[in-house]
């Protein structure tokens, strides 16, 4: 079993992004494995079943940020909506960590185990 996770920092404020909704999907197919949000301190886990993943195939983690920013006061012209992440799975049995530091118009990102 997989292990994704992000921990989302807002980097206007330091404090976490919460309630960020979170999609996670094969590029190849397309197929959605969870869709589901950061919670109140900024992060995600999710557990995928090894049967689910392919080796070598390339997944997306897709963060829908724009509504976070627009119930902070920021108007959409001046936000990035979306984030996506692709990453290759060659372990379906591993750990995925993708943190954020997040602002309007820019973000920050690094994978980790």
């Known amino acids: ?25 094969s590029c190849e197919t397309g197929k959605i494995l969870f869709a589901t949000q950061t919670d109140e301190g900024g992060r995600l886990t999710q557990k995928v079943p090894a049967s ?17 920013w627009i119930g902070l006061g920021h108007s959409n012209s001046e936000t990035i909506p979306q984030i996506a992440l692709r990453f290759r799975i060659n372990d379906t049995d591993g750990v995925f960590h993708m943190p954020i530091i997040l602002s309007p118009n820019s973000y920050s990102t690094w994978k980790s185990a």
């Open 1 to 25: 079993m997989a292990k994704i996770s992000t921990h989302i920092l807002d980097g206007t404020n330091g404090s976490h992004a919460a309630g960020i909704p979170v999609i996670f999907k």
């Open 52 to 68: 689910e993943l392919e080796k070598s195939t390339i997944y997306e983690l897709l963060f829908e940020v724009e509504n976070y």
